[in-house]
């Protein structure tokens, strides 16, 4: 009951299992809780830093999928209106081509008529003068004859 | 019980006494002074050293991983004592926390042995011819005082260190009342107010464990077998709650004497 040397000797024990502690167990265990903790913290920062990189990363993707839609509808627009244009320039052509043909064979018609018609001309003119030379040879002098021939001539000029 | 019928007296007594070992150099020159509890000393070590190499082992293993139940539940220990130094203690001293741990583990482990039946460890000793052996450090005066005068040690030593031996005669001086001419006044008042602290942890511990260890021996006398369960049970219980208190109060204050040793008035 009594304070006696036991005193000391738990003092020593006592100071021997301090420093013990501080030496070899309280560092190292504090250490890797603090490891821990640094490491936990650092791995809920990374998952924060995740959630937050997704949800850019689908903002960005809804974005980019808007940006295509409006994109793909302007080319579609373009294709539209640059068949448009194709078809309306190969209707013009069409047409310009066909009125130049029209046109090409209404001129070679009218030659043609022209050059049919002075050759009937000739032809009818040949063949009056043969049919009067038949009759003027029969009765009338030749003076009347030639007359008559070129005023038939003159006449079928005019006529023309 | 020995073998031979005690009267309740000398049973009692003979569970207050601790195991004896005395040199007659020792005897001579210190008197009743001279005599070492090997029971105190033994027990102590034993837990002390125990739980400490436990620590080693496990500090030696301890991983930043996931760590291993044991791991969890020591660090859980080490969180518990950290987060009281660091809620009490301004400054940084790295031998606060350590002292702390080793004092809250050490005193826990001496009180947990009152809640060993009583008998048991007297008995079994007796058998191979040790007279006394109390199993409770912490009943023994020199365990607690041992530790609350290694806390004093160092309060005075902080003191001194932190605010110079002129701040420190100065507080002593200057100290409940800030006029020079309170002296006469301040100096006992504050010698007994420093003298309290390590007579205060010491008797306040020992009184506990000691006052429950009294009561399982008187429960222990009861005559009707089934009043050792009905009795014992419910007061082992309590003094769980009392082991752990005490384990608890002695840490925290000694956290508390430390922190105002550090920090000036």
């Known amino acids: 009951m009594d304070l006696n040397l036991t005193l000391f000797g738990q003092m020593i024990t006592f100071a021997l299992f301090v420093w013990f502690t501080k030496r070899f167990v309280w560092p190292v265990l504090i250490k890797a809780i603090n490891d821990r903790e640094a490491k936990i913290a650092d791995g809920l920062a990374a998952a924060e830093r995740g959630h937050h990189e997704l949800d850019l990363s689908q903002e960005r993707a809804k974005e980019l999928l808007r940006d295509a839609k409006a994109k793909a509808i302007d080319v579609v627009d373009q294709a539209h209106k640059q068949a448009t244009h194709i078809l309306e320039e190969a209707r013009s052509d069409a047409r310009a081509l066909a009125e130049r043909m029209v046109a090409t064979a209404e001129e070679e018609i009218v030659q043609a008529k022209h050059a049919a018609k002075m050759a009937l001309q000739k032809e009818l003119g040949v063949m009056v003068v043969k049919g009067a030379e038949r009759i003027l040879k029969q009765n009338i002098s030749g003076a009347i004859n030639d007359r008559l021939i070129s005023d038939l001539i003159a006449e079928v000029g005019v006529s023309e | ?265």
């Open chain 2, 1 to 265: 019980m020995s073998s031979e019928a005690l009267d309740s007296t000398q049973y009692v007594h003979h569970h207050l006494t601790n195991l004896p070992w005395t040199h007659s150099f020792l005897q001579q020159k210190l008197g009743s002074f001279g005599v070492v509890n090997l029971d105190t000393l033994i027990v102590s070590f034993i837990l002390g050293s125990g739980v400490l190499l436990l620590f080693y082992c496990l500090a030696r293993r301890a991983t930043s991983g996931v760590p291993s139940k044991l791991q969890n539940f020591v660090e859980i220990l080490f969180e518990f004592i950290q987060r009281q130094v660091k809620e009490t203690f301004q400054g940084s001293n790295p031998l606060i926390a350590p002292l702390a741990l080793t004092i809250f583990v050490w005193i826990l482990l001496m009180n947990l042995m009152d809640l060993i039946p009583i008998d048991l460890f007297p008995m079994l000793l007796s058998k191979t011819g040790v007279p006394y052996f109390r199993m409770v450090p912490t009943t023994d005066l020199n365990a607690t005082f041992a530790m609350s005068l290694s806390v004093f040690i160092l309060i005075i030593y902080y003191s001194v260190k932190e605010k110079g031996l002129w701040g420190f005669t100065k507080e002593l001086f200057m100290h409940p009342f800030p006029y020079i001419w309170f002296a006469p006044i301040n100096l006992p008042l504050s010698i007994v107010h420093e003298l309290a602290k390590p007579v205060s942890l010491a008797l306040r511990l020992f009184g506990n464990l000691f006052s429950g260890e009294v009561i399982f021996i008187l429960i222990a006398l009861f005559p009707i077998w089934w009043l050792q369960w009905v009795l014992g049970f419910p007061w082992a219980i309590f003094h769980i709650l009392i082991i752990l208190i005490q384990a608890f109060i002695f840490t925290i204050l000694t956290i508390v004497y430390l922190s105002l040793a550090h920090e000036s008035h």
